[in-house]
């Protein structure tokens, strides 16, 4: 068993994997490690949808693309300038070709959606990594709208993708990006 602190800094987001499955028996104790995490209320509202299938992963990574920019270019958001030349790159593949990705999902409607599901999201990429197993939290293979593709999905109507996160093999670990000194406001004692 890796030592808690050990395993915090040997979860790195991963961009580059073997071209090798990952078995569904493994993908599904990641999520019930997922589970593990805490949730408001104790309501439990993630939702878990699997797409082990690349052909499948590029088309979500080129429909998430194209959703993208049009809702930045809606936004006038000055992010568009940042991420157009990858969104508009017809060979980038938000997905890295991965060989796996997980949405976790929750009722749109609920407060604390955001806050569950992405709790979830880090218990399952600390899973992952104590397991040998890479992932990267992909937020720009989020925009998913279109209503065949969320029935596709099996997404529930009411349920909005929080993250995104893709899977496999590490080809390496990457070194650790540099981290800020912590924020620390006050200590008041
Ligand atoms: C909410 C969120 C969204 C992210 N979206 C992307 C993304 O779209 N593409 C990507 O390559 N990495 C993405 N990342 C990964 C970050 O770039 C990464 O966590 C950060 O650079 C720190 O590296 P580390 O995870 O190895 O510590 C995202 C991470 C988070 C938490």
């Known amino acids: ?17 073997e071209d090798r499955e990952v078995p569904v028996s493994l993908v599904r104790e990641l999520i019930t490690d997922a589970c593990e995490a805490p949730s408001a209320s104790n309501r439990q509202p993630c939702g878990f949808v699997v797409v082990a299938n690349r052909g499948m992963m590029r088309r979500l990574s ?3 693309k194209k959703n993208l920019l049009s809702d930045m270019k809606a936004l006038k958001s000055p992010m568009l300038r940042l991420y157009r030349p990858v969104l508009k790159d017809e060979n980038f593949n938000v997905f890295y070709n991965a060989p796996c990705l997980i949405y976790i999902t929750g009722p749109r409607d609920l407060h604390s959606t955001v806050k569950d599901c992405s709790l979830a999201a880090s218990y399952l990429m600390l899973s992952a990594a104590g397991r040998g197993l890479g992932t990267c939290w992909v937020d720009l293979g989020s925009a998913i709208k279109a209503p065949e593709t969320l029935a596709e999905l099996h997404i529930p109507e009411d349920h909005k993708i929080v993250a995104s996160i893709i ?3 590490p080809r390496e670990i990457p070194p650790r990006p540099p981290r800020n000194e912590p924020k620390i406001l006050t200590i008041i004692k």
């Open 62 to 64: 080129d429909e998430s």
């Open 1 to 17: 068993m890796t030592d808690f602190r050990d395993l915090l800094r040997l979860r790195r987001s991963v961009r580059d994997y």
């Open 167 to 169: 899977l496999g093999y």
